[in-house]
């Protein structure tokens, strides 16, 4: 299973980027999680979209800057990240979960797509 993650960019503090994550229909209708690892940090949860669509988790240092959303029609999950800061700078991965709820905890993850980097200037 082959999850392609883009959208990753240097980018200013204070703009916007929307990461995509791109897999095979069948996978990404279950819950997705979007990850990210700084240098020299372990790699954390984002934020996640259960496979029901009820449940939605993000860290809570981008609670209210980014969204997770998914389209089924283009066998795509989105991460639209706002307001980004400098410490949001990191490479990010998009990953399926294994359950139907959402966790950012790394050890859920089934499936790890690539990684797309997100470098915030200040």
């Known amino acids: 299973v082959q999850l392609q993650a883009s959208g990753g960019g240097l980018v200013q503090a204070g703009d916007s980027v929307r990461l995509s994550c791109v897999g095979p229909?069948?996978?990404?209708?279950?819950?997705v999680g979007w990850f990210r690892q700084a240098p020299g940090k372990e790699r954390e949860g984002v934020s996640c979209?259960?496979?029901?669509?009820?449940?939605?988790y993000y860290v809570d240092d981008t609670k209210g800057r980014f969204t997770i959303s998914r389209d089924k029609s283009k066998n795509s999950v989105y991460l639209q990240m706002n307001s980004l800061k400098p410490e949001d700078t990191a490479v990010y991965f998009c990953?399926?979960?294994?359950?139907?709820?959402?966790?950012?905890?790394?050890?859920?993850?089934?499936?790890w797509g690539q990684g797309t980097l997100v470098t915030v200037s200040s």
């Open positions: 990953a399926t979960l294994r359950g139907a709820y959402c966790s950012g905890d790394p050890h859920f993850v089934y499936t």
């Open positions: 229909g069948f996978t990404l209708e279950n819950t």
């Open positions: 979209i259960s496979k029901s669509e009820d449940t939605t």
